[in-house]
């Protein structure tokens, strides 16, 4: 009886628990949040905007363990809307299927972490895969089929080792797949029908798949004998015909007759592809290291034949007796540096300099034509890889941009910057972007390709909060962009050029503005590979969209920023004080400057304003020493909040820009930390009455511009 008495108690203790289904807060205010952003949640009986208690309520589709929500099961019920921004702190449901709905827009990014099904199919959603989904470890069915999806996949799959079904299937993914495809080694059914990949399937090769089904897109190359024995669907696509050509010298073939070829050109023995003991054949490394080097010889002994020639024919020009070159040693015979330029020289005898440079577009091999005649060998050209026009990139012509935007017309201008101007174009088909038009000064003498190359690294960039490349423009020596066109201007624009019929930024809003950026600057930062450094992150290059959801603009232009532009920058308030002194730009200068832009966002002041007091001009020097003070803090106040705004909220907001404004680089947060802090800052957010009702007041006048939700 001494042991049943306790677990009676903790039985007694439970049960009562149960019963009254006291469900976890943050499970509740995401799930509020969820049901305050759609349009026509009808269908959810028993769902409440004002709280509740799903669990002991029984909440429609919601299922619950304990006091914490495990499932959520929303299929087919004709909603719309969106799903609200706070799904990251259902950290405990681990199915979430909100299919065939009519949600459209962008995935959110805040989705519940640890889920093991996600069900998003046909839900109508248009951009591209939230990165959130990468992180989702236990993640082990993917349904987004039937959607608008758009793009190329991006490379985020390389942490899902659980992933055993992905359904990718009818929508408008481009582009090849990506390479962590191959790390999801517990993959058995994969659909990928009905897009517009390209490439191979290589990548795919050695996933345990059962069921591949690749039909009606424009995949190429030659099929894996690995599929032979599986279900794989395959029709409409442009398959190699014939078998695989053989490997290359020394490298056997593959068991089982067929090869595994990846991106990079390369071919793999398969898995079993072992010799056995037999002797190798085929060239070795230091053999194909010596003919290289060989052939470098044999062509410096050329060049040294030529330049004999023509110092023979030399006299009269030189006036001297023409000399003997004596043989080049071996030693000299290799390129030490491509920099190295060419040098005359009498006594001691000339040296050849190879001076590199890029070819003509229509010739691929070396010359040795035209020395000139003296003792300067004319530089040889070595080919340079061609720029390829980048995929996912609309080519426009010079004549298209000028029609559309009136020829440049100063009505159409609707910003200018460091790298040059920006212009709204319409079409014809209606269709509006934001056509930005590079300053010749800027590409410093750069050729057409290295832009193109620009262009190609700025059109990888995939991200929700990341302003996208839809095309660009390089004839008769101009050099434009073309990005989606976002109408309701920078953030700039509405914190400091409100007029009279202008309606200020209410504190979610704010909040919300300054999440999307980070999380853009985590995408830059932590994602990309190598990490983009943005070099200019300020209120003006954030861009609002008729949600207020913000886009990062100029992301992947920092080499075009000149020397003159970043002195100038230094003086707007927003650098890092180590770039002041050295001028180096690091990803902790983004966070600082990411800091400063919060500071904006806080106050509504500029990060510096030459017309107040001096003390007040540098907005990081005179808010940094009051944002731990309470009282100090509620002064600093943008006052057109008008006091609407929870004080906790703003407490931690100003916790995170002491963070990120820190003076030694080494302090500041990564950016993935300052995700997590706004995150718990919106999770935690417990407005008073007033503050609610005032401000979902505004937002109903002014939804078109101000909507307190997040899609």
């Known amino acids: 009886m001494a042991v049943l008495a306790p677990l009676l108690f903790i039985f007694l203790v439970l049960g009562l628990n149960s019963i009254n289904g006291d469900t976890d807060p943050s499970d509740v205010s995401a799930l509020v949040a969820m049901y305050q952003s759609m349009s026509s949640p009808g269908q959810l009986t028993k769902w409440s905007s004002s709280g509740g208690d799903p669990c002991g309520d029984s909440w429609k589709g919601v299922t619950c363990s304990g006091a914490r929500v495990t499932e959520i099961k929303l299929p087919s019920l004709g909603l719309s809307g969106g799903i609200g921004f706070q799904l990251s702190s259902l950290t405990s449901v681990t199915d979430f299927d909100v299919s065939n709905n009519n949600f459209g827009n962008q995935i959110p990014y805040s989705l519940p972490p640890n889920v093991q099904r996600l069900n998003l199919a046909g839900c109508g959603y248009t951009g591209s895969l939230p990165y959130s989904i990468s992180q989702m470890a236990s993640l082990r069915y993917l349904n987004v089929a039937h959607n608008q999806i758009s793009g190329q996949l991006p490379d985020m799959f390389g942490q899902l080792p659980s992933l055993s079904n992905l359904d990718l299937s009818s929508n408008l993914f481009t582009g090849d797949l990506p390479q962590s495809f191959s790390l999801l080694s517990s993959a058995n059914n994969m659909y990928l029908q009905n897009n517009q990949f390209t490439g191979s399937i290589d990548v795919l090769a050695n996933l345990p798949l059962k069921t591949l089904n690749v039909a009606n897109n424009k995949f190429t190359g030659w099929i894996p004998s690995q599929f032979r024995n599986i279900n794989f669907l395959n029709d409409g696509n442009s398959w190699n015909s014939g078998p695989a050509p053989p490997p290359p010298p020394g490298i056997p073939a593959p068991e089982g007759g067929g090869q595994t070829r990846q991106p990079s050109g390369g071919i793999t023995p398969s898995a079993s592809g072992s010799n056995g003991g037999r002797k190798k054949s085929g060239i070795s490394g230091g053999a194909i290291a010596g003919i290289v080097i060989s052939i470098l010889i044999v062509a410096a002994f050329i060049v040294f034949i030529l330049l004999k020639r023509r110092s023979k024919k030399s006299t009269d020009i030189e006036k001297t007796e023409p000399r003997s070159l004596p043989p080049v040693p071996p030693q000299q015979d290799s390129i030490q540096d491509s920099s190295m330029v060419n040098t005359k020289s009498v006594d001691p005898p000339p040296v050849i300099n190879l001076n590199l440079k890029p070819p003509p577009m229509d010739d691929n091999n070396i010359s040795f034509d035209d020395i000139d005649n003296d003792f300067t060998a004319k530089p040889i050209v070595v080919p340079k890889k061609q720029s390829v026009a980048p995929p996912d990139a609309t080519s426009y012509s010079i004549a298209d941009l000028q029609i559309a935007t009136d020829s440049f017309n100063g009505d159409n201008l609707i910003g200018e910057g460091s790298i040059g101007r920006v212009f709204r174009a319409q079409f014809e088909d209606g269709k509006v972007v934001a056509v930005k038009k590079i300053k010749p000064s800027v590409l410093h003498g750069q050729l057409s390709e290295d832009f193109i190359d620009i262009v190609s690294d700025v059109s990888r960039l995939r991200h929700p909060n990341v302003t996208e490349l839809v095309g660009y423009c390089s004839e008769y020596g101009q050099h434009l962009l073309v990005y989606e ?140 020493p009051q944002l731990h003070d309470i009282d100090a803090l509620a002064k600093m106040v943008d006052p057109a909040l008008k006091g609407l705004y929870p004080v906790k909220s703003l407490s931690r907001f100003a916790d995170v820009i002491a963070l990120c404004v820190q003076a030694e680089p080494e302090f500041r947060p990564p950016m993935s930390e300052v995700v997590e802090a706004l995150v718990r800052l919106v999770q935690r957010a417990n407005m008073s009455k007033r503050t609610v009702s005032l401000e979902q007041g505004s937002a109903v006048r002014t939804r078109d511009q101000d909507s307190p939700r997040e899609s």
């Not at 609002?544 to 002195?567: K, M």
Request: hydrophobic fraction near 35%.
């Open 485 to 624: 066109f976002l109408k309701n201007g920078s953030l700039y624009d509405f914190l400091h050029l409100l007029d009279e019929y202008s309606k200020p930024l209410i504190w979610n809003s704010r909040v919300k503005i300054a999440l999307g950026t980070a999380r853009a600057l985590e995408y830059l930062h932590e994602v990309c590979s190598p990490s983009v450094i943005h070099k200019n992150i300020k209120s003006a290059n954030i861009l609002l969209d008729s949600e207020l959801n913000p886009h990062l603009s100029d992301c992947g232009l920092a080499r075009l920023v000149s020397d003159a532009d970043q002195e100038e920058n230094v003086g707007s308030g927003y650098s890092a004080p180590e770039v002041s002194m050295s001028g180096q730009y690091t990803i902790k200068s983004d966070v600082y400057s990411f800091g400063v832009t919060m500071l904006e966002l806080l106050t509504g002041r500029k990060p510096f304003d030459s017309s107040r007091t001096r003390a007040e001009q540098s907005l990081v020097q005179w808010a940094t």
